[in-house]
C-alpha cells in the first residue's frame, strides 16, 4: 500500500508553509509520547485518588492489575 505524498506532506507542514525534515518529525513524535506518558501517570493517579482499583486501571491498560501497579504504584 503505497502513501500518498500530498497527504504525508500537509501532515508535516509548519505553520509557516515549511516542511519538517525526518530528525524533525522523530523529535515531535518522541515529544508527543513525553507528553502522553505524563498524560497517562495523571490520569491514573487522579484514578487511584478517586477509588479505582489496580485491577480496574490495569484492564483499563489492557495489562494485569500487578504490571499496573508496578509501573504507576508509587
Not at 508553509?17 to 509520547?33: K, T, W
Not at 478517586?50 to 495489562?63: F, Q, Y
Request: positive net charge; charged residues 30%; without cysteine.
Amino acid at each position: 500500500m503505497q502513501k500518498n505524498p500530498t497527504l504525508i506532506q500537509q501532515h508535516y507542514r509548519r505553520a509557516d508553509g515549511s516542511y519538517m525534515n525526518e530528525i524533525e518529525r522523530v523529535h515531535e513524535a518522541a515529544g508527543r509520547i513525553i507528553d502522553a506518558e505524563a498524560s497517562l501517570s495523571n490520569r491514573v493517579r487522579e484514578a487511584k485518588e478517586n477509588g479505582s482499583t489496580w485491577d480496574e486501571i490495569g484492564t483499563a491498560l489492557g495489562t494485569t492489575r500487578q504490571a499496573a501497579q508496578q509501573r504507576f504504584g508509587r
